[in-house]
């Protein structure tokens, strides 16, 4: 009696589990179609367009004079906003996480800005502040210091849009970490540049690195508020979002998609480097 009440129950659990599975991978098609339409169709279509002209010509396209400077250009902004916004990053999650102030909300909050206001918004600050109608244009001018339609703006431009990441990924983790650990290194005698590169960094290195790739994938792709900024100076002020712009608005589509294949590559390496340090972020 027992063993058919059992088989019963089996089949009823296994009938009414039928739906849900049903259901879970209908969801599962619906994800994976809209994943298929809205990103890799368009990968497929960067690197189909980018090559349908025959290598040489994707590689000219490279390698042409504007494009390189445009490549050269992306680099050295990356190169300056990522070290800025590690060093800015750390010391912020440091000083949220690890002491209480007046006015931590407030800090937090003006850490969120970039999030919340649109990248063109930000380009159009940047104007009013260091153009030559702006509130600090005449001092520049005077002192012939160019900032607005140079690299020091679009460098500006590109730190505000970024320095959320790194500060925004390692907060919760040191928040997580509490204390403990630091006073018991200064306890026993540590000052605060051991406590930090013995104790604090070790627990914090992956977190930091899944930031510092954010960071950096915004950084090479960034376009709004560099276009606000950049003045669109081919040869100078163009970064590859922009030359892209420009490529595409004078109908030379396979130098455009050539050159938009390189931030297509940053974006799959991006994902490769962020599943890894996910993977290791939860192993650790």
């Not at 919340?116 to 600090?136: C, R």
């Not at 959320?164 to 290194?185: D, K, N, Y």
């Not at 276009?227 to 979002?241: A, E, K, M, Y």
Request: with cysteine.
């Amino acid at each position: 009696m027992m063993v058919r009440e059992t088989t019963l129950h089996v089949k009823n659990v296994k009938a009414n589990s039928e739906p849900g599975l049903i259901i879970k991978w209908l969801l599962i098609t619906i994800a994976l179609g809209f994943l298929g339409i809205f990103i890799l169709v368009p990968l497929i279509a960067v690197f189909t367009e980018g090559l349908n002209k025959g290598i040489q010509l994707y590689f000219a396209s490279l390698t042409e004079p504007d494009a390189l400077s445009a490549i050269k250009l992306t680099l050295i902004t990356a190169v300056i906003t990522i070290p800025a916004n590690t060093i800015f990053g750390v010391i912020a999650a440091w000083v949220i996480a690890k002491f209480d102030f007046r006015g931590k909300n407030i800090l937090i909050t003006l850490i969120d800005i970039p999030f919340a206001v649109s990248p063109v918004i930000a380009g159009l600050v940047f104007v009013l502040l260091f153009g030559s109608q702006g509130v600090l244009g005449p001092f520049l001018e005077a002192n012939n210091i160019k900032i607005i339609f140079g690299v020091p703006g679009i460098i500006l431009a590109t730190i505000f849009v970024t320095f959320p990441f790194v500060v925004r990924e390692l907060l919760p983790i040191m928040q997580e970490q509490g204390t403990e650990e630091e006073q018991a290194a200064i306890t026993l005698g540590a000052n605060g540049w051991q406590m930090f590169f013995r104790v604090t960094l070790p627990n914090i290195k992956w977190g930091l690195m899944y930031g510092v790739i954010l960071c950096n994938a915004r950084a090479m792709g960034e376009f709004g508020a560099v276009s606000v900024v950049s003045g669109h100076i081919r040869g100078l002020t163009n970064t590859i979002p922009l030359h892209v712009e420009i490529l595409y608005n004078e109908y030379n589509f396979t130098a455009a998609f050539a050159v938009a294949s390189l931030l297509a590559l940053l974006a799959l390496l991006t994902l490769i480097l962020k599943s890894f340090v996910e993977w290791k972020t939860n192993k650790h």
